[in-house]
């Protein structure tokens, strides 16, 4: 894996529990701010251990047609086990 650094990764992606369902609009606004700044960074995938932020970064993602996938790290970690057999 190779990090690649993304300005304002640490900010939120507008998921917020139940901001989705409360502030929709300023939800969807967030989200676009992140997703642009995924775009400039073209990672092939975005991880984040929230689960909130896996459904609203993939929903994102799949709507501005960005081909980078959202994942759990623990998948990241399966990923890497598989791929040094230490499993199937």
Same mark, same amino acid.
């Given at each position: 894996?190779?990090l690649v650094?993304?300005?304002?990764?640490?900010?939120?992606?507008?998921?917020?529990?139940?901001?989705?369902? #409360?502030?929709?609009?300023?939800? @969807? $606004?967030?989200?676009?701010?992140?997703? &642009?700044? !995924?775009?400039? =960074?073209?990672?092939?995938?975005?991880?984040?251990?929230?689960?909130?932020?896996?459904?609203?970064l993939g929903?994102? #993602?799949?709507?501005?047609?960005? @081909? $980078?996938?959202?994942?759990?790290?623990? &998948?990241? !970690?399966?990923? =890497?086990?598989?791929?040094?057999?230490?499993?199937?």
């Amino acid at each position: 894996l190779e990090l690649v650094p993304v300005p304002g990764a640490a900010e939120c992606c507008g998921s917020a529990g139940l901001f989705t369902l #409360l502030e929709p609009e300023m939800s @969807r $606004a967030v989200l676009a701010t992140k997703i &642009e700044r !995924l775009r400039e =960074a073209a990672p092939q995938v975005v991880a984040t251990g929230n689960p909130g932020c896996l459904m609203q970064l993939g929903a994102g #993602l799949a709507a501005a047609g960005i @081909r $980078a996938r959202a994942r759990h790290p623990v &998948e990241l !970690l399966d990923d =890497a086990y598989r791929a040094a057999g230490r499993y199937e």
